[in-house]
DNA sequence: AGCAAAATTTGAATCGATCCAACGAAAATG
DNA sequence: CATTTTCGTTGGATCGATTCAAATTTTGCT
């Protein structure tokens, strides 16, 4: 390992290769930002020199502090950094983020952390010139983080209320009410609601005054769009049992266990995610259920898998890649302005709604 | 916009708030380092004054550069940044990288570009520790540039026989073999195989020479083992069709078109990656031939999606969470010796496959 | 050769923090 | 009361580069 040209670890610094070709640090450092402007054989010296000592070019983190800019942006969650990678609706979003950071150039930093303390550390210390926040579990806590290094940043599909935060999301209200209004003109009179997280590490059913003290937002919100809806048909929405899941597999097994526990269960399934209406048509195959024949659903997101399962899913979709794009543009294009933008969604109709049986 | 307690854009730095609050830079640095150390008199000052002036906490550009240390691994690419939430194989992988970074609470940046030119500048100025290099089309440059960096770097599924850089990679050969090897123990004795790239932006049939000036030794290696095994029951490789793709829909599509053209078609697919044989089974299932009845396909990877097609995919399985891991492992491991591992890979039997007809 | 213009090179200042040896003051000890 | 400890604070040095005004060398022209 010992190598004959350098004695000690300490890594080869633009001046030490300044000082081995006898120019200064200042035309050094020309050689490799603006090569036109040195002469041919003080480059060719300096080059020669940076190759002898090893030199593997200047350090971003010297240039860093001078430039002031990092051209990166981070995405944060409070997730494990592998939701990037397993979650189908992080998956499209992060595509679409993606593209628009390939399109200008710019790199991207994924930041999460298992545990609040770490969480807040590295945000604090993430080298990004704005944050993307991914709002799941932990939203409110991760967006006063972002916004305590001032630096740009924006939230996507906003849990909180708080106008003085920049958030891109979807009109959850409208969406739930589209979900609903699609099952009740089918004839359905008799609803389940697989419900996202209300609050931090919870799940079962949830009572009014659990869906009323809310920390997400968004939840509420579009349990509040699904039983506007079927108030309007006479429903009574106090019957109709909202579970809460954690967004996997194993609390939506345990919702839908209870769920068809009852005398009589429901005929329709109003899920506030994909992923959580997949599991179902999952779970439901397994139990022999037919949908829709015996049972319609309804997600929500519009991720690819939705068109692609067994029956394809109707869905509310996101217009994701859109948010993603508006997402780093908000970054990039950051006027110190806090904007909210809230897009519309759409109702797309596939096989897994359908009237009820009779 | 106009703020009333700052003047002008300039960013709040550390000094300004120890101004004000009229201590040194340095307790003012103590106050947010190791708050533990200083009087909590002059601690509050301090705060004080920081949230009165906006700061945003210590500027980590500042502390990088004294630290020395990123705190984050670089993942690299030639193809476009989406490429890793896209690409099946590059999810698991990424998943897995993911999950070894926050176990060790280290960040991840994602390198990639469009262009070379961008490509060399985005490593070149990457803020990271390390790097873990995917090699698929332009490996070999994006590992020389990595290595220019003199920072740690390992190259997963290396294509490059070079001894001098530290890859972790599986047995191409004796993979490509057991799969071969599968199909000739049913029976199949007529084969096409399709192939990921040999070389840049190129697809179609492959010539026996062209294979043997191949830019990627894993495609090759791969194609060694097909021929080795195909060979050893007496076939003439000569006359088993070779088409190179380019890993994407489009490619592996015209390659099926021109095999299946041919008088007397294939039993038997050999596939270089579960990406094309997935979409080799759509395409067959478009045509009405039956897998396996008609024709048998395996795979090479081993994602996940391999187990959930129609029908689930025979493929032969690299030990994705593994490499990632080890991956990983080299770099915050990095002691400076450049180790080459190859993993085993191991042949799973699904229903893509069965005996050919008659 | 003589002089202005153009091309290169220099070296100090800067980016925003952390670290640490040295120092002063307060508290503990003999 | 003198002396040691302990505690908190200070300010200079440092991390590794870029930038720019000023100094210097070259080149161009007569």
């Keep these: 390992m010992a190598s004959l040209t350098a004695g000690n670890r300490r890594p080869v610094r633009l001046a030490d290769i300044a000082k081995a070709a006898g120019v200064s640090h200042g035309t050094a450092s020309n050689v490799f930002s603006r090569p036109e402007i040195v002469r041919e054989e003080v480059r060719e010296r300096v080059k020669a020199a940076a190759e002898a000592?090893?030199?593997?070019?200047p350090d971003p983190k010297g240039r860093l502090l001078r430039a002031g800019k990092v051209n990166a942006i981070g995405v944060a969650t409070a997730e494990p950094l592998s939701y990037f990678f397993d979650d189908p609706f992080?998956?499209?979003?992060?595509?679409?983020?993606?593209?628009?950071?390939?399109?200008?150039?710019?790199?991207?930093?994924?930041?999460?952390?298992a545990n609040n303390e770490q969480l807040a550390w590295n945000i604090q210390s993430a080298l990004v010139d704005g944050f993307i926040v991914f709002c799941i579990e932990g939203g409110s806590r991760l967006v006063e983080l972002a916004r305590e290094r001032k630096l740009p940043f924006v939230?996507?599909?906003?849990?909180?209320?708080?106008?003085?935060?920049?958030a891109i999301g979807v009109d959850n209200i409208a969406g739930a009410s589209l979900a609903a209004r699609h099952l009740t003109d089918l004839g359905h009179r008799r609803f389940a609601v697989l419900a996202l997280p209300f609050a931090d590490g919870r799940t079962g059913l949830v009572s009014p005054e659990q869906v009323r003290s809310a920390t997400y937002a968004g939840?509420?919100?579009?349990?509040?769009?699904?039983?506007?809806?079927?108030?309007?048909?006479g429903i009574d929405t106090s019957k109709v049992p909202v579970y809460e899941t954690a967004n996997d597999a194993a609390s939506t097994k345990a919702a839908l266990?209870?769920?068809?526990?009852?005398?009589?269960?429901?005929?329709?399934?109003l899920a506030m995610s994909d992923k959580i209406a997949?599991?179902?048509?999952?779970?439901?195959?397994?139990?022999?259920?037919n949908v829709p024949n015996d049972v319609s659903i309804v997600g929500f997101d519009g991720v690819p898998e939705?068109?692609?399962?067994?029956?394809?899913?109707?869905?509310?979709?996101q217009p994701i890649a859109e948010m993603?794009?508006?997402?780093?543009?908000?970054?990039?294009?950051?006027?110190?302005?806090?904007?909210?933008?809230?897009?519309?969604?759409e109702l797309i109709v596939r096989a897994s709604s359908a009237p009820p049986r009779g």
């Design 219 to 233: 939840t509420r919100d579009r349990l509040t769009g699904y039983l506007q809806e079927l108030s309007r048909v």
């Design 257 to 269: 266990e209870t769920i068809f526990a009852a005398k009589e269960p429901p005929t329709a399934i």
């Design 90 to 113: 992080a998956r499209v979003m992060m595509a679409s983020i993606s593209q628009a950071c390939d399109a200008t150039g710019a790199g991207i930093s994924l930041v999460s952390a």
């Design 306 to 317: 939705a068109a692609m399962s067994e029956p394809p899913l109707t869905t509310i979709a």
């Design 324 to 345: 993603g794009r508006l997402a780093v543009k908000a970054i990039l294009e950051s006027d110190g302005k806090v904007s909210r933008q809230l897009l519309p969604v």
């Design 155 to 166: 939230a996507l599909d906003l849990d909180s209320e708080d106008g003085a935060v920049a």
């Design 278 to 289: 997949l599991v179902t048509l999952e779970w439901l195959s397994a139990r022999k259920l």
């Design 53 to 57: 000592m090893g030199y593997g070019g």
